[in-house]
């Protein structure tokens, strides 16, 4: 019903920075929170950052400071900065998020398929 699409990975230098992107599509009537998560080899996945729709963020203390979630509602578009990367922030990141697809109907969540990110020492 609903489907996420991330984009923006790749590998970057210590200290640089990339632009993550998640959109999402299908049978939407509202997104209650959108949110990145990580998962590094060997490791859980952790979650990175978070959006809710009444604009309330909460960060990793890994990551605060150093990367801005944002939401571009009106598109169902979602982004996460990530700047003066870390070898330690490798990992695969997965867009997340809980969406309503129809009125007075339970959040759903949904993934999407992950983009990596690999930062070079």
């Known amino acids: 019903q609903v489907q996420l699409v991330e984009s923006g990975g790749g590998l970057v230098q210590a200290g640089g920075s990339l632009r993550l992107s998640c959109a999402a599509s299908?049978?939407?009537?509202?997104?209650?929170?959108m949110g990145w998560y990580r998962q590094a080899p060997g490791k859980q996945r952790e979650l990175v950052a978070m959006?809710?729709?009444?604009?309330?963020?909460t960060y990793a203390d890994s990551v605060k400071g150093r990367f801005t979630i944002s939401r571009d509602n009106p598109k169902n578009k979602m982004y996460l900065q990530m700047n003066s990367l870390k070898p330690e922030d490798t990992a695969v990141y997965y867009c997340?998020?809980?969406?309503?697809?129809?009125?007075?109907?339970?959040?759903?969540?949904?993934w999407g398929q992950g983009t990596q990110v690999t930062v070079s020492a």
């Open positions: 997340n998020a809980k969406v309503v697809s129809y009125y007075r109907t339970t959040a759903r969540d949904y």
């Open positions: 299908g049978i939407i009537f509202s997104i209650n929170a």
């Open positions: 959006l809710n729709s009444g604009g309330s963020t």
